[in-house]
């Protein structure tokens, strides 16, 4: 599969998952090893008329972003290490692949190591 189809195929699972009214869903999942260990910690939400609610994705969504993970984007050596996904209800979406540490990660080693 290639990067388009695995986005396609979290989008269906992240929707799948989501039974209630929205205007805009947001994901941020981050998925990191380091020397200690590693994490796969994502938050989502729904926002519907300003109101922000918890979601949880289901194992077919968090495999197939552990999926997509693997397939780093055109012109990317490394794969990312965290992504923000935004959808809305017009089904405009936007994947925003980051690198280096996460931040909810990197407060998880910071408790570690404390």
């Known amino acids: 599969m290639d990067m388009l189809e695995l986005q396609e195929q979290f989008i ?3 929707l799948d998952a989501v039974n209630e009214a929205w205007d ?3 994901v941020h999942y981050e998925n990191f090893a380091w020397s200690d260990g590693s994490s796969e910690i994502y938050v989502a939400h729904r926002f519907l008329a300003g109101e922000k609610i918890d979601v949880d994705l ?3 969504a ?4 552990a999926e997509l ?9 490394e794969p990312w290490t ?3 996904f ?4 017009t089904g405009k979406y936007s994947f925003d692949y ?12 910071a408790a570690q190591k404390g």
């Open 12 to 14: 269906g699972q992240l």
């Open 82 to 84: 965290w992504l923000v």
């Open 62 to 65: 968090l495999d197939a972003l």
């Open 69 to 77: 993970q693997e397939h780093p984007p055109e012109g990317q050596s």
């Open 24 to 26: 805009r869903i947001e």
């Open 86 to 89: 935004t959808i809305d209800a």
């Open 98 to 109: 980051q690198y280096g540490v996460p931040p909810l990660v990197a407060h998880e080693m």
């Open 58 to 60: 289901s194992v077919e």
